[in-house]
């Protein structure tokens, strides 16, 4: 792996895990609109532009966001499962992504709905509801705990897959 | 095995526990239930 393109992949990686993060936080503007806005024109729009995010922007980033954080793990020293940091993030971002696709399909019944000419009094209460902040909230948690890791690298290292050696603190990447 | 890595540990097993709880007890928890 020459250091161009294992600059390369980790500037991928950093791209698609940041900009996850930044669609997650505009999300979560769109959801708390129709909450605390009582204007039902605010959840007609915002309902459509979340779903167009969800599908076009969040779940493509953290699809990638995976992919390239796998290969950045085994293209590097750092190995997939050698530090509990590395191990953490990974399973942060499977779970955040398996949650997102499982989320998915809620946030196109709900735009479907706020597009319906007349709405009932239920699906006005449905409109209203904080169930997308909370969940894009929680998101945002996830998101920030990897993030976290990716900066800090708390020490640690896998016993039993590794042998359980306590590694030097520095960069393994950046080795020579 | 770190403080930190049992800390992380035992939230994310929480968290994994209540969405498997959520998804197969609560039934729909999202703003569908407000629909009749």
Do not use: C
Not at chain 1, 15 to 40: C, E, R
Not at chain 1, 65 to 94: D, E
Not at chain 1, 127 to 154: D, F, M
Not at chain 1, 155 to 162: F, H, I, K, T
């Amino acid at each position: 792996m020459t250091p161009g393109l294992r600059k390369f992949a980790l500037t991928a990686h950093i791209t698609a895990s940041v900009g996850w993060l930044g669609a997650v936080i505009a999300y979560l503007v769109l959801a708390a609109g129709p909450v605390v806005d009582p204007d039902i024109r605010v959840a007609r729009a915002a309902y459509p532009a979340m779903e167009l995010l969800v599908r076009s922007v969040i779940v493509p980033l953290s699809l990638a966001a995976l992919a390239t954080g796998v290969a950045q793990s085994l293209i590097t020293a750092w190995g997939l499962a050698r530090h509990y940091w590395v191990l953490a993030k990974l399973l942060l971002n499977a779970l955040a992504t398996a949650l997102l696709l499982l989320y998915a399909p809620s946030i196109e019944r709900t735009a479907a709905i706020a597009a319906k000419a007349a709405l009932s009094d239920a699906e006005v209460s449905m409109l209203r509801s904080p169930a997308h902040v909370i969940h894009a909230g929680g998101a945002l948690v996830l998101l920030l705990a990897a993030t976290a890791l990716a900066v800090y690298k708390p020490r640690g290292r896998v016993a039993g897959l590794s042998g359980g050696r306590r590694g030097p603190r520095r960069d393994p990447s950046r080795a020579r | 095995m770190p403080l930190w890595v049992k800390v992380f540990g035992t939230a994310l097993a929480a968290a994994i526990l209540l969405v498997v709880v959520l998804l197969l007890v609560g039934g729909d928890h999202g703003p569908g239930r407000h629909l009749p």
